[in-house]
Nanobody, 120 residues
């Protein structure tokens, strides 16, 4: 059974670059046809998809965050990383990594989430 675990600083200052890593166990991030996403949920709001990296390494980002977002991976460590630049307090959220099954279009595995608070 695949498991995902987010890690990274829980507190950021405005204008810094947020960096979170998702470590995957029980399955490879290069296995066809899975897509590895970052999703966030601001306090009191719904889920917001940030972007994903495919099993083959290409990336797609949310248009609203594209200019500030980068997702990369380290296949030797079986992990992928989110970088979000120029953060503001509006980026305060619980950040999740998740796996989407490309054949069923279902997010079938999630990390527990990590709260990132951005101070002004």
């Amino acid at each position: 059974q695949v498991q995902l675990q987010e890690s990274g600083p829980g507190l950021q200052k405005s204008s810094q670059t947020l960096s979170l890593t998702c470590t995957v166990s029980g399955g490879s991030i290069t296995t066809m046809y899975y897509f590895w996403s970052w999703i966030r949920q601001p306090p009191g709001k719904g889920l917001e998809w940030i972007g994903y990296m495919s099993y083959s390494g290409y990336t797609i980002y949310s248009p609203s965050l594209k200019s500030r977002t980068s997702i990369s991976r380290d296949t030797s460590k079986n992990e992928f990383t989110l970088q979000l630049s120029s953060v503001t307090p509006e980026d305060t959220a619980v950040y999740y990594c998740a796996r989407e099954d490309g054949t069923t279009k279902v997010w079938d595995a999630w990390g527990q989430g990590t709260l990132v608070t951005v101070s002004s």
